[in-house]
């Protein structure tokens, strides 16, 4: 399903959508427009902001509920232990020649779209995490929301 191209994509992207600075009031801000985001999309999501390893922002559109909390927490585990993006991490695992033990573990960790890093100064510092749409969309919403807040282009 993944390319190495489609790695590389993921790579730049990340590059490309990393903070000047992020405090407690861009929590709020990043949160609020995903929140926005989410109303337009054909399934509601879930939104969740951690700064520094404290759930900072968190918000759930009527509609989801547990099971998405659930995917949050294994979607942010994801970009924790990478510093990248949890669609980076699935096509990296599937496109490994071996997997590293953790890269087995899909209780605890999550391998699809919807869980990017908040990179300040070059130093990983926390996760914006969306779920409830399909894992390519829940990626799309996240990058397009998160480069709007940035004023970039992707």
Known sequence: MYTPAFAESLKHLEEVLRFPSFDLEDAYALGTRLREAGTRE??????????????????FLPGTGKDNNWWMDKKYATVKRTHHSSL????????ASSREDWQCDEEHYAFCGGGFPIVVDGQFRGAAIVSGLPHLDDHR???ETIAAYLGKTI
């Open 141 to 143: 919403c996240l990058t």
């Open 88 to 95: 980076l991490a699935a096509a990296e695992r599937e496109l």
């Open 42 to 59: 054909p399934e509601p999501i879930a939104v969740r902001i951690v700064l520094d390893d404290l759930i900072v922002y968190q918000t």
